[in-house]
């Protein structure tokens, strides 16, 4: 096959895990031909992104490749005739993400980076930076692939697809392809082969699946049974950012398919909140943790004799984040037609949700783009969960994208993990002032609220 | 109109609320022409029925009528040719309903008695019975209209229509009449004229409403702004049962349409908890307090004299209950095509749910029975948590029909007012050996439970 | 009640209809205080409308009531300050129809006003026309609502709603109320009593409709047999203007609604056909017909003494349409939540089909507009037949609007009463270069045609 | 990978297609390693049946292959332990093909043997037979795969999922593959590199498709004009036994995907009716000229000396479908996950049809059946006429099981290619004398019709 130079721009490219997708992009030298490579950043990042892209030159040059790769604090300087736009990027930092997560947790609530309170906020201060880069592509490079895996990924692509109304998305997570090693774990069989049959559907980060072997028997029973009887507690590990906490085991066998790790946080809160209040005392909370990994990660990779991802990445979270992004960038590329799951627009896959939102489910890769695999209805069991938490993202998105302060409190009120009553009013507020700095849209809000503060 | 002679059968007629209903049945003399009235209730509650059966026939002996007032305590007695079979019956008596909202507040949850874990552990004991009624009637009367208050009225409405395939079945509530005759009063108007148009939707207890006057305006918008402002406060009061514990203002302003006082139970929990906690430690639960105010009656209703609904009764909660029940079976019997709020097969009503399931909704009540006004879709803001009732309905109904655990466990974890973890299943299983008596379908696994717990 | 003076409008208003129109306003001047009523109609119509004009205010007078009867070929004169809005207005006049009937005729096909060829070059006169009519009354008259009788009734009012964004419209047809009287009359019951119930659902001049009697019994079956049973052929009459040639009888039954007069021309086509084929021969087609009995009609109109509706103008065809009409104004002015058929935005009423489409079903008529009673969804032998016929619609509809020429040869095509091949474009061509001077729409299309026809 | 031997039996087997689909397992030896092949015919074919046995016999011999190849007469010696079970049989043989398509056009009408009257017809003959072969199948071979070409494929299909329960079933056609062809010839790419993306849905026979290349360019619009441009006509060729008369070229741009042959039945009627009329008069009918074909066939097949499938088949019609049903079957053998066209159960994959309904759509094929392609809603032009052809098959089946002469007569009215009025009937009812032979189900209705006829 023929293959044309292409050009990658990583929205987020001081973020330590650079390296990993590079990594990713280098194992697939033969498949994708990279003329350049951006990693572009914002001011406040150039230090780290100028390590990361020394490594990143180091690492290229190791694997005798000639891609330019280029180092930028203006987007619009990179995104000229891009051929795909990853982001990666997180606003505010993790100091963003410690807050997301410490100030629900000192109210007894779990913050939750993507899920939770914290979720929510990441989601206000995200969307309308990517609503930004999604005006500057349709000027710079209209006909550029946009692979998000900013996080919360489906919020995220949701707000891209629907108000920037840019359809050449694919919102990516690493949580299922962790899933599906887990099952090959569990049945003793080998990934290389592709011996099992995975059908995800949900949203990100709140998907369920089914597994079926090559003699077309559904396994999908016997994996609950193996890896989530009290008895076998501790055989097979999930998310490594996620406690495994057992789940009360009736319950995920009378659900009849496959939950993935951040369902503990809706089915056995109680257990992971206490396992979080015990990390918050600790200063311990999973941002803080990774702060202190992302040091480390930095002072590595400021070794100019570094020219490979080092070992320590891996327990940053998000690993096999390169193999699923530079994945979907190959088969769109090379039509290859892979199944995956990824965030896409809905379209009737899975029909108690609306046919316009966007949803997590496991797709054949195209050169234009996802083709979801149909899912059909769900039972009760999964169905009501799932759809509040489309109609909680679907707030979340609103309010985040009008800065409508009730609509906030709407996203607040339905959300599992935040309490209700005048704490979920309160802990909103207290999120709002905290999040002054990455909030235009509601500026005016936060304004009122601290002048009410200092009338108190 | 020519009238024909009819007969209405009411199981549970040794409850307090009967006077109530007979007083609803007198009201509409001209409407309805009653050959005779059956109360029945099981031999535990003889004592009971006796009391009130006199004083019935007291009532309607003073009206000036020649009813026939039979008691009984077997329903296979009562049941031939009834024209209506009205359900009010508690089994476990109220004793069963301090436990349902006593046991979760040991464990600091709220039971609820129709939504939370007390609602789920009251549809449990009341569906395996109605169903047994169905059987009876179906050999006894098979033209008879069923017309339903027991509570949970919408799930147990559900089992009915759905696993007793018995369709001529209404199932009633006074909390929309409650909220009507509150919307007449904030605007100052004539309930007697019908001068507002209202428009329910949703579940029993889990429904919200939209409200526009003679002139075509609709005026919900300000009805919300009367009713919740915080400066308003106090101004109108909702259920009885009810503490009028403010709403978050903005969100419930953001949903665009009037909740109801059971919301309160989702939207700030908090709040309800708290205030519940109280009335636990001081044993002052609502199930406590409706047995003194029970026994009080009962002893009024032993005087001989008294010949009239005593005011005391409506201290009981359930006020206009004869309001809705009586005009329902005269609509359905006169076709006066009287618009209420009943629950009934959605058929597509909701869009948003499944078009099998039992709904809340406005209906034009014909002859053959209700013809709900169609609704159509909700909002993201109330549509999530809707769809989310509706599953936790349908796998609690599922449960209480099987007798399946994990079902059972299932929707206990759906239920937003129960906490998820170990503890979810704690109180599942306390609960489960507290209701020993009145839970055929469960016996195996409680008698496991049991065991276990002696093992220990 | 206290009652303002209201403003009516009438576009079309030099139509020999408007006499009936007058008269149920008159007949209703204790319900709705008519302050002005307007009659307009085009330049070319002004002598028409000044007969009937004149007529008009001498059946006022005689009912000695004060309204200002005003003339005028001018609408943005009459339109200020409007209430109601009512459309009667035939773009063309009735050469048009004629033409409409003929040209499908003379390639022996039923033209048909309103379903088939002729229906649709129709809406393609109408379309446009009442699109200007919105654009008029959003500055004149943004509160008015519009009463819409112009044919094609159902496709006009999805124009309406759809692409002119009018809101307030609701769509009025005399076949329901037809069949109503149909039913009353093979029961042998009192209409005035509304001893029947009955439920309609479908398009316009295609649903199908249940029945029901004041026991609550569904009587759809025995009104089937009565009124359809080859052996009752003849005893009940449906719609004047449309021959009762028999069904299939088991087909009708296997249905298991009443279908209505329209429906002939789909499930009996070739008799239809066969029969209008003699009509045309002889000169007779129903718009021919029509031609002479309006203008015998304007010849009584003239005569000065006359002040009351004519006997003949019930031959006239649209008869009870005045009943409809001023029941209409009457139920929304006084919130009389009167049960009638009318067009109307679907919003999940028929599931069937699309949500935002317009349906004609039974709704209650309120001060806000009209509440559809929910119908839910369709066995596969109406279902299938209506969803064409819905989709068809909106192909004609979008073609009426856009002028897109393979958008009116799909509409074409989909069509039952038009033959399939070159036939088809053939056809449209004629009829397009025959409506010329009506069709700004699609000028440059008829401008190729003709030349090619030239070129010939 | 190992493979297992397995057995396949062909009902039908008989089938001058025989030699097709056993050179297309030879060709796929090292896939699949057959340890069995049985044909079944009935005692009326035993003839056939033994002459294309030997012949497969020598086919199979000739390469070099040890499969057992057994004939019989009873099905149930075949079926037990079977692994495939493909099914081709022809109920009432070419006889009755002809009378379907002879006596519909002897009244002016297309017979059509999958779409027409003469669908109508095979359906009501084969689906009785099927469904008892599935009774067979659940005792004998209850893991087996039904793999069903026998036509109408759609409505056979449905019939065996909906009311036989077998779910493991897989419905074929060879339309889809014809046209994936034509795209490649007409692009000029390589089949064999699948350097096309094909995404067909719809109903057997009744279907369009969407196309893009390896670059994601979406070039439906392009072969659109390639192949329909009036001025490209006869350029390509799509299916050999439907003539090539050109579609109306607006019309199909207008529907923004590529029709199928079977739509010129549809979209140019008055064109392929004439043709047919020709047929007819001439005794050239499809049916006839099948029957000519096939006994020059069984003249070659008994041949002693030929061992390979004679260019004579090609001739037959249904090319390719070796390809598919192999293809299928292999696919599910070794989890091929290759992309193919099949009929299958819905569950949402085109949501404008009802979720529970079999459709033809591109699926993956996997181990464990078909995982459609999502494909959503389809736009007004398609949609309508898709969803009343799924209603008549709909009907069509439910007939075929119950007999029910009302819904024949339902079926036979909503067929766009059945004239309708008194026609409808009595074609249906000549039809219904003419196949007495085959129709257990209509018996009584059947003698009724021949008790009339005598009685005039």
Not at 135 to 154: I, Q, Y
Not at 163 to 192: F, H, Q
Request: charged share 25%.
């Amino acid at each position: 096959m023929v293959m044309r130079k292409i050009k990658i721009v990583t929205i987020g490219g001081g973020s330590s895990y650079t390296p990993e997708l590079v990594e990713g992009l280098i194992k697939r030298k033969n498949e994708i031909d990279i003329g350049e490579l951006w990693l572009v950043d914002i001011q406040e990042g150039k230090e780290k992104l100028e390590i990361v892209g020394a490594m990143v030159k180091r690492m290229v040059k190791a694997a005798g490749l000639d891609w330019k790769v280029n180092l930028t604090v203006d987007r619009r300087e990179a995104l000229p005739g891009a051929d795909y736009v990853t982001t990666q990027f997180r606003v505010g930092s993790l100091n963003a993400r410690i807050r997301d997560e410490r100030i629900p947790l000192s109210h007894g609530m779990i913050g939750q980076e993507t899920n939770g309170a914290g979720g929510i906020f990441k989601a206000f201060r995200t969307i309308p930076v990517i609503l930004d880069i999604i005006k500057d592509m349709k000027e710079l490079c209209p006909n550029a692939w946009l692979v998000n895996f900013t996080n919360p990924s489906g919020m995220v692509t949701e707000a891209v697809i629907k108000y920037g109304k840019w359809e050449k998305t694919v919102g990516l997570c690493n949580v299922p392809i962790r899933y599906e090693k887990m099952s090959y774990e569990v049945m003793g069989l080998d990934e290389a082969n592709q011996e099992l049959y995975f059908k995800f559907a949900g949203l990100n980060h709140f998907h369920w699946h089914r597994v079926w072997n090559r003699k077309g028997e559904e396994v999908t029973k016997y994996l609950i049974e193996e890896i989530y009887k009290p008895e076998n507690k501790g055989k097979y590990v999930g998310m490594k950012n996620i406690k495994d906490i057992p789940f009360n085991y009736e319950q995920i066998a009378d659900l009849g398919m496959l939950p993935c790790s951040y369902h503990r946080y809706y089915y056995i809160t109680d257990e992971m909140l206490k396992d979080e209040l015990k990390e918050y005392s600790n200063h311990e909370t999973r941002g803080e943790q990774v702060k202190k990994t992302e040091a480390e990660l930095f002072e590595l990779y400021k070794d100019p004799q570094l020219d490979y991802k080092p070992e320590q990445l891996s327990k940053r979270g998000g690993a096999y984040y390169s193999d699923v992004a530079c994945e979907v960038i190959c088969s769109i590329q090379n039509d290859k037609r892979v199944n995956m799951v990824v965030s896409t627009v809905n379209n009737g896959t899975i029909i108690d949700l609306p046919y316009d939102c966007v949803v997590e489910v496991s797709s054949m890769i195209t050169s234009h783009g996802p083709e979801p695999i149909n899912w059909g209805s769900f039972e009760a069991g999964i169905r009501g969960p799932l759809q509040l938490q489309k109609s909680f993202e679907q707030c979340t998105v609103e309010a985040a994208v009008t800065g409508d302060y009730g609509k906030a409190l709407q996203a607040f009120t339905m959300n599992p993990l935040i309490l209700k009553g005048k704490i979920t009013k309160d802990l909103l507020n207290e999120m709002l002032i905290a999040n002054k700095a990455y909030l235009p849209q509601f500026q005016q809000k936060i304004q009122e609220l601290e002048a009410a503060k200092l009338n108190f």
